[in-house]
């Protein structure tokens, strides 16, 4: 099956979940003036073919070995990516000393501690430095290594070697996935050599990860959510996963 031999709703309903990562049946059946059920009928198409993957309530790109464009993940899950990140900014006092890695959920906890005093933060992602550039009262280190294009992000391993220079009293990550087992998952090697040094270059890790990280998968472990030691999220996750909360003392965090 090519996309050539997609309907043009199909094809339409395609190009939107590219341009913002996840759709709805209902937007759907309003947007085309159908029913529910033909909706739901080219979305179990799409996914049969493997171009979505089916989540409660519509479709999401399917997983893959390629993330969302930054463009699309800034707008998948805005509202509570903004939530988490004013969440997790309340858990980190002033003057310390923290990684922010990757990620624009991590991008959101940036911009919720502009007003925070007497900070060092260091980071391998450009838009939290740009972000942070004017704060009054936060000294910002950019790690070295290379500029990825797409989203500003700094990667390889030269950033790694930069961030096991530093011990810092807290780091802030985000992942692309977390599956039922509690694995922290990404798609960029060169990113995950990164994050895996700021797990273990600080005293207390904090996860800033929205509910759609549950839904996803991706092909390269970081670690394990037992490695954290606290997850800011948007919903209480499943219940397997505040098991392994629970046993790895993991503090949950849910906004909602």
Known sequence: MSIDDLSPRQSEILALARQTGRVSVDDLAERFEVTP????????????????????GGAVLSSGVE????????ILAQDEKQRIGLKAAELIPDDCSLFINI???????ARALFSHRDLMVITNNINVAYMLRPAPSIDVIVAGGQVRQTDGGIVGEETADFVKKFKVDYAVIGVSAIDEEGAL??????EVRVAQAIIANARN???VADSMKLERSAPIRIGHLSQIDTFVTDQTPPEQLIDLCQTAGVELVATL
């Open 103 to 109: 990620g624009t959920t991590t991008e959101q906890v």
């Open 37 to 56: 059920q033909t909706v739901r009928k080219d979305l179990n198409d799409l996914c049969g073919w493997r171009m979505l993957q089916r989540v409660h």
């Open 185 to 190: 998952l990404d798609f960029d090697y060169r």
């Open 67 to 74: 993330n969302l464009g930054y463009e699309a993940r800034q």
């Open 205 to 207: 890790v904090i996860l």
